[in-house]
């Protein structure tokens, strides 16, 4: 078992399992109740003892029990919880005109305007969804009717969202999940025992075996979709450029590449755009999550090549798709990113967690691997041995023992043992020392304590 | 032909096709253009000369042209464009805290028990998410596990949404749009075409055709997915109670019943719910579009026994579904729904449309048939022949003069030729006044030129 148990055998890295019984806060445990008999069957949530949450603003969240919990977790408010930038647009758009684009109107062509200008100037269109799973749809839907293949090619431990076609190209969604019969996956790239050189040409060889699999299976190569920070697949950003050969591999097959921003997007990892490290140009991107800082909107920007054929002959409409209100949202956050230099903040204070966090895995043993590009970081806990043997027990520990800290991280990767540090781009050099001050303090107890219990 | 032609063979009712070089108001012209170089090549225009807006409010638009349009098609700003409770009740959240559900919220466990007091009691879970397409999807995962079968039947002209899977069972969309090998069509219901005593038995007919199409294709049935007034199929209403033979031949072949609410559902046609007027509880209802006014938000709604086995067995989860600002618009338009008594209303100012239109039709011989219920109205167009030979021609004509008259209203239906009357809730008895008399003109006009032009 390498997660903790929740309901009827599904796993997810740090949730809440009510069958363990721990006493909550009697205000979240009323509301945990009320919460049980109303929503669907699907809901989880975080932590051996769920946080239970009054109002957040920048990188704070104020619990119900008084407390104020520092925020490392959130990729979503990505320019701080309760931006009074977004708060403002948002209230004056409401205050105006909330309608779609089926009539014109002038929100949506400015921000589209200058989105696009963030990105290399092949990707020149763009076209609004609501999520970044909506938005991965759109983008297999237009790679097939593209490309005229359907066959997909995604990590081994690949999330990619939640409709029907998303949750078929996502296998870290567990056994009960089923993959699509055209969808071939590759190894998840395992950066921390890989040799650097290896990483790429180890790439390489899994795509171009997925390719022959796809044709073998009769059914092409319509795109590949890598998330381009590898999240899911715990964290894989070294060395920059190993994505490089497997685009061009791709093309020959007559496949499109279609980056997954919706984690890396908007400055997270010290660049406007994962892909960008790489030094790659996608026919497809897809964005998300800190896009409105939590308004919803996603959008998929492209080359005109490779939209064309779908957009001119199938119909797509997506009612808020670019509404105005969550276009005021994103165009307050694209602002604020320039206006406070949040790209190169994330780069800035990111290498000092890179380091920090390198810091502190010198001095235990059990912390096996540091990764990470700007503010997206991660820490692998596991055993000194030749595999790294992962310790998601201890990794759980460590968790749950920082948010009792005070501080909200979560667990990540295929083994469920990688710490995922993502905090709101503002996170300041303060917040991180306080993150890994604590950090190695919890260590410090929780790595004895694992082998006191032995 | 029975559309207007846009873009490369695609046909949309209603839309603008830039190749007939209508003259444009210059500001619209000029965002027009800057439009087309930046967004992808799936968005399309309303009206042979689009509306450029400026703001909103109430039933309302003010164009970039300076003038005033009675809106009488939006069915999202259900309460009423730019309405000042959402704006209060979404500005005060987004000052507070914005988050998602993997934390202990109030709003969304307030809200949610709030929603369900509207359902009949086995209706008893509740799962967020943003769009209707998200949750229909999300309808289609959970039926599928469910019930164990893939099987899926909907009307022969159903629109249902836009992801991939969504997609696959709205033949709407048109014949570019691949329709899944595991969906089953029925013929569109058409009552102006079928004596009211023969709307259920040929309705319960051709669902038994189908799912014995189903069971020989050895996928069974997993659901019938029905839009509860049937609105790209024409506005079917009458007579109420046709369904409720349907969901029994489907429980008993092993299916659920999928009510899709996107359109009838929040008062639109004099009731909370569409199948209420078909006296029957659904399995799984989705809803969309009215829920936040706009601010996008959307829910599956369903019995413990239908979510359970998908909920518990597989993982889901929408980082935006059921966020707080999402559900501060939700609650808000819950509010104003019942403070204004907007349910009443609908029924109330519907059935004086209906009368009214249904006078004027008996004026026109091409109007060949008036329907609908509340304020989802519907009026056909065609020859006065045996066949009432729809006309989509002419309600083309008679859309763009209601639009130069300033009233928006659309076409829909298999043949385009439908005048589609879908308001915000409270358009007044005095609005519907000035719509009829306008229509009435506009008919007068337009019914007289196509004579003449013979």
Same mark, same amino acid.
């Given at each position: 078992m390498n997660t903790t148990p929740t309901q009827s055998g599904i796993h997810m890295a740090n949730g809440f399992d009510p069958a363990e019984g721990v006493a909550l806060d009697p205000a979240a445990e009323q509301l945990l109740r009320r919460r049980d008999r109303v929503l669907g069957p699907s809901y989880r949530l975080f932590y051996r003892e769920p946080v239970a949450v009054e109002s957040a603003k920048g990188v704070w969240l104020r619990g119900m029990d008084g407390r104020d919990y520092l925020d490392?977790? $959130? $990729?979503?408010?990505?320019?701080? !919880? *309760? !931006?009074p930038a977004v708060t403002a647009a948002v209230t004056a758009q409401l205050e105006r005109l909330n309608t779609h684009t089926r009539y014109l109107t002038e929100p949506v062509v400015d921000y589209a305007e200058r989105l696009l200008?963030?990105?290399?100037?092949?990707?020149e269109r763009v076209t609004f969804a609501c999520t970044g799973s909506e938005a991965i749809d759109l983008a297999i839907r237009t790679a097939r009717y593209q490309t005229g293949n359907t066959g997909l090619i995604v990590t081994e431990h690949a999330y990619h969202g939640t409709t029907l076609a998303a949750a078929e190209i996502s296998? *870290?969604?567990?056994?009960n999940n089923p993959i699509g019969a055209h969808v071939a996956t590759i190894p998840s790239i395992d950066t921390a025992r890989t040799p650097a050189d290896q990483v790429g040409p180890r790439l390489l060889e899994s795509v171009r075996a997925a390719i022959q699999q796809l044709d073998a299976r009769g059914v092409g190569v319509a795109a590949i979709i890598l998330d381009s920070i590898f999240s899911s697949d715990g964290v894989q950003a070294e060395?920059?450029?190993? #994505?490089a050969p497997v685009v061009d591999l791709v093309h020959e097959a007559g496949g499109l590449y279609i980056a997954?921003?919706?984690?890396?997007?908007?400055?997270?990892?010290?660049?406007?755009?994962?892909?960008e490290r790489h030094g790659i140009s996608p026919d497809l991107v897809v964005l998300g999550k800190p896009m409105g800082n939590g308004v919803p909107i996603s959008a998929l920007v492209g080359t005109v090549e490779a939209q064309q054929r779908f957009g001119s002959e199938v119909r797509y409409f997506n009612t808020?798709?670019?509404n105005p209100i969550s276009i005021a949202a994103a165009s307050a956050v694209l602002s604020v990113i320039e206006s406070d230099g949040l790209v190169e903040h994330a780069a800035v204070v990111g290498e000092r967690m890179r380091a920090g966090l390198a810091s502190i895995a010198a001095s235990y043993e059990r912390a096996t691997d540091v990764r990470g590009a700007g503010l997206f970081l991660a820490l692998d806990l596991g055993e000194p041995d030749a595999a790294l043997t992962p310790d998601p027990e201890l990794a759980a520990r460590v968790v749950n023992a920082m948010r009792e800290a005070g501080i909200l991280i979560s667990a990540s990767g295929p083994a469920a043992a990688t710490l995922k540090i993502r905090p709101p #781009?503002?996170?300041s050099e303060e917040n991180a020392d306080f993150l890994l001050e604590t950090l190695d303090g919890v260590l410090a107890r929780e790595t004895r304590s694992r082998a006191g219990a032995r």
């Open positions: 490392a977790y $959130n $990729n979503v408010p990505a320019i701080g !919880h *309760s !931006h200008t963030k990105f290399p100037a092949p990707l296998p *870290s969604l567990g056994p060395p920059a450029g190993f #994505l997954d921003e919706v984690q890396p997007g908007f400055g997270r990892t010290g660049r406007w755009w994962g892909f808020f798709g670019g #781009l503002p996170f």
